[in-house]
C-alpha cells in the first residue's frame, strides 16, 4: 500500500497510534482511520488519538468504533476474541482499522493478530507506530542512546528478565508496564553492575495532562514513587542518560537525602 492508497474492502490495518498525541500519528495512519469502516481500538494512546482526531475535524469519524481496550489485571475482551473480529469484519467486505497504542510489534500483540488474519485468509497490513518506549523519555528530555554515556538500550516488560540483562549503567534499561513490580526490579538492578546509585526515573501519563516525571536512583525510587503515589501508565528508564535531563538538577541530592536508610540498603 502506498502512502495515500485506500484500504481495500475486506482487508486489515495494524496501525500503531503512538503514546496518545495525534500530531505523532503518521500520515498513513491518519488517511487510513479517516476512511476506515471499522475501528478496533485499545485503550491507551488509541482512544486518546480518535478523541483528538474527532475534536480537531469538528465531527465524529464515520467509522465504527469497537473498544476493546485493557486495563492493568482487566482484559473484557480476551485476545483470542480480538483476533476473531479482526477477521469476522473483514470478512464482511469492511475496511478494518485495528489501532493500538505505541506500535504494533512492540509489545502490541500486533504479530499475532497478523498471524491469525493471515491464517484465515484476510489481507492484513502493518503501519508503524512511535513506541512509548523512546518518546515518552524524550518528553522527560532523555534519549536513549548518547555518546559517551550510553551506546545501546533494552526494552523490556517485567522484572523476571532483568536479573538476566548483560550490560552497565551505559546499557539503558526501558521498562514499560513496570510500576507494579517497581520495587523489585529497582532491588534486582541496583545489585548487579549498575548498583544502587544508577539514575532512573519514572514519567507518568508522558503525553496527557497528568504528566509528572520522578528522578532518583536505584536505592530510593521506590520509596519516592510509593510518596508520590506514581501510577501508570508511566515508563522507567535506568541508567546514566538520566541525568540528562532537566528534570534531573538536584534530583538525586534530594532522593538521597529524604530517603530512610532501609532504602539504601536493600
Request: with cysteine; net charge negative; glycine share 14%.
Amino acid at each position: 500500500m502506498s502512502l495515500f492508497t485506500r484500504q481495500v474492502p475486506g482487508s486489515v490495518l495494524l496501525i500503531g497510534a503512538g503514546p496518545g498525541e495525534l500530531g505523532l500519528l503518521t500520515v498513513k495512519g491518519l488517511r487510513a482511520l479517516e476512511s476506515a469502516e471499522v475501528i478496533v481500538a485499545d485503550r491507551l494512546g488509541a482512544r486518546t488519538v480518535i478523541d483528538q482526531l474527532e475534536a480537531e475535524r469538528g465531527e465524529a469519524l464515520a467509522a465504527q468504533i469497537i473498544d476493546v481496550g485493557k486495563h492493568p489485571g482487566h482484559h473484557p475482551v480476551p485476545q483470542a476474541r480480538i483476533n476473531e473480529i479482526l477477521v469476522e469484519q473483514a470478512q464482511l467486505g469492511r475496511r478494518v482499522v485495528r489501532l493500538k497504542g505505541g506500535d504494533p510489534f512492540v509489545f502490541g500483540r500486533g504479530g499475532e493478530e497478523a498471524a491469525h488474519c493471515i491464517t484465515a485468509g484476510v489481507e492484513v497490513q502493518v503501519v508503524p507506530g512511535v513506541t512509548s518506549a523512546n518518546s515518552v523519555p524524550a518528553v522527560a528530555g532523555i534519549p536513549l542512546t548518547h555518546r559517551g554515556l550510553a551506546t545501546a538500550y533494552t526494552v523490556i516488560t517485567g522484572h523476571d528478565q532483568l536479573s538476566e540483562l548483560g550490560g552497565g549503567r551505559d546499557h539503558t534499561v526501558v521498562v514499560l508496564m513496570g510500576i507494579g513490580t517497581l520495587a523489585h526490579s529497582a532491588m534486582i538492578l541496583a545489585r548487579g553492575v549498575r548498583g544502587g546509585d544508577c539514575p532512573i526515573a519514572i514519567i507518568e501519563d508522558g503525553f496527557g495532562e497528568n504528566q509528572r516525571v520522578t528522578i532518583g536512583t536505584l536505592n530510593t525510587i521506590a520509596g519516592q514513587a510509593a510518596r508520590r503515589g506514581v501510577r501508570s501508565p508511566a515508563i522507567v528508564v535506568a541508567g546514566d542518560v538520566v541525568t540528562l535531563s532537566p528534570y534531573a538538577v538536584g534530583a538525586f541530592a534530594q532522593a538521597e537525602a529524604t530517603e530512610p536508610e532501609l532504602m539504601r540498603n536493600p
